[in-house]
């Protein structure tokens, strides 16, 4: 009834937030990973950016981005496709854009959703313009905005990549081989080494209220943010509150053989001076809290465990990730009011 009166009222909640009023939330990322965040967030806000990785050069975006000049739209159309809604409409179009061909042409393995938004981008000459007239056509529930205006390559600074010199450091190139390298990765660079961010997603990190970063491939979706200069100055200038959602389980390849506080550590180690107010992670994927606590102390963080894994495999479950970001948005609110 308290809440009921509120939202009439327009009194301010306990923690600052004006009732009735939904966050400003941005989240970063790419792959399937940053599609478990956006199932989940859009069912709490309405207020909704994600701000995508372009470093993709596997696949049907590889072939696109090769053939055409282009941002790689694969990463893209997956969070157009995760903020469908789940009516007819949503889950009709989420399927549509998905959708890859199969034949014995050049359409095989190509994604409809990616051919969709490269001709857009031809159409309109503007690759954020053309990403909302997908969503709009798709329903989506929030924005998808590319983190760089150029096309970039990831480069990997990698230990023991050749099994038989185990010591040895070398240097693999490419998003897709990076996710599948064997050895241990130390760095990840991109290439152009100072990329432009789009401007529109600066603006979304800066307006924010909760910035979200992860789950999702470590080196390859969720570093490369941090490596965009105007970017990285956004998520530490930001007043928003930022929230590091860890994965599951270490990643065949990138992460083999990771804790959940190694992966701290090396986000640490490609951004020094970025702060994080929250960790959250599946309280089942965490063998040892004490050293998890003692690694985001070193953020500036707490750490936030969640039943947040799906019952029937290794993969985030939308409503209880959901539940986890909705409680951690009520109960650490920010400072300053809610927009």
């Known amino acids: 009834m308290t809440g009921r ?3 009439r009222t327009g009194l301010p909640a306990a923690n600052g937030r004006r009732a009735g009023v939904p966050p400003k939330v941005v989240a970063l990322g790419g792959g399937h990973g940053l599609s478990a965040s956006l199932a989940a967030l859009r069912r709490i806000t309405g207020d909704l950016t994600a701000v995508v990785t372009v470093a993709d050069d596997g696949g049907s975006s590889g072939r696109l981005r090769s053939e055409m000049g282009v941002l790689p739209p694969g990463d893209l159309r997956k969070a157009l496709a995760a903020l469908c809604g789940d009516d ?4 009709t179009w989420s399927k549509v854009v998905q959708h890859r061909f199969v034949s014995g042409g050049d359409l095989h393995g190509h994604a409809v959703g990616n051919l969709l938004i490269v001709a857009l981008w031809e159409q309109l000459n503007d690759e954020v313009a053309a990403l909302e007239w997908v969503g709009r056509l798709l329903g989506a529930h929030g924005r998808v905005l590319p983190m ?3 096309p970039l390559d990831l480069h990997a600074i990698v230990r023991g990549h050749d099994p038989a010199q185990p010591d040895a450091v070398s240097t693999v190139r490419g998003q897709a081989t990076v996710a599948l390298t064997p050895g241990e990765v130390q760095e990840v660079q ?3 080494a100072d990329p432009p961010a789009v401007p529109e997603a600066v603006q979304a990190v800066m307006d924010a209220d909760w910035v979200v970063l992860g789950p999702g491939s470590w080196f390859s979706s969720v570093i490369p943010h941090l490596l965009v200069p105007e970017l990285a100055e956004a998520l530490m200038t930001t007043r928003a509150r930022r929230v590091l959602t860890l994965n599951l389980a270490p990643q065949p390849g990138e992460t083999e053989g990771f804790s959940p506080q190694r992966h701290l550590e090396v986000l640490g180690r490609h951004a020094p001076k970025l702060t994080i107010d929250v960790v959250l992670a599946d309280e089942a994927a965490v063998p040892d809290r004490p050293s998890l606590d003692e690694a985001a102390q070193r953020l500036g963080a707490t750490v936030e465990l969640a039943p947040v894994a799906a019952p029937d495999g290794p993969r985030h479950d939308p409503e209880s990730l959901a539940a986890a970001y ?9 400072i300053g009011p809610w927009r």
């Open 5 to 7: 009166r509120r939202r």
């Open 326 to 334: 909705d409680r951690i948005f009520r109960m650490r609110g920010r």
């Open 190 to 192: 991109l290439v152009p």
């Open 88 to 91: 007819e409409w949503g889950r």
């Open 148 to 150: 760089s205006g150029v």
